[in-house]
């Protein structure tokens, strides 16, 4: 069984900087594509940055590139998601999720929930003006 747990949301305020973390349990998560998605009120969930180990490989949303970092501690079985110079647009749940093999077999479609096997419960992030 695979289990996902985020923490680390909270309230900021704009241009501050938040760290989510996603511990990982169950089957080891370093032969599958991880990723953070995350849900604005009202609105669909929308994917937000995946990882992939070997190759060392990202990809991030236009949203959010430039300003958020995702990286993975194997030891730990986590992964991160590093929120710098944060909008109130980014104000969301946010989640981590598992596909069932690498990031590059997802293609074009890496960004559909349909695509992802796993995911956690979700944390807060609340972004104030």
């Known amino acids: 069984q695979v289990l996902l747990v985020e923490s680390g949301g909270g309230s900021v305020q704009a241009g501050g900087s938040l760290t989510l973390s996603c511990a990982a349990s169950?089957?080891?998560?370093?032969?599958?594509?991880m990723a953070w998605f995350r849900r604005a009120p009202g609105k669909e969930r929308e994917g937000v940055a995946t990882?992939?180990?070997?190759?060392?490989?990202?990809y991030y949303s236009d949203s959010v590139k430039g300003r958020f970092t995702i990286s993975k501690d194997s030891e730990k079985n986590t992964v991160y998601l590093q929120m710098n110079s944060l909008k109130p647009e980014d104000t969301a749940v946010y989640f981590c999720?598992?596909?069932?093999?690498?990031?590059?077999?997802?293609?074009?479609?890496?960004?559909?929930?349909?695509?992802?096997?796993?995911w956690g419960q979700g944390t807060q992030v609340t972004v104030s003006s």
């Open positions: 169950g089957q080891t998560y370093l032969t599958y594509c």
């Open positions: 990882i992939y180990t070997n190759p060392d490989t990202t």
């Open positions: 999720a598992r596909a069932e093999g690498p990031c590059y077999n997802l293609g074009s479609r890496r960004f559909h929930e349909d695509a992802w096997r796993y």
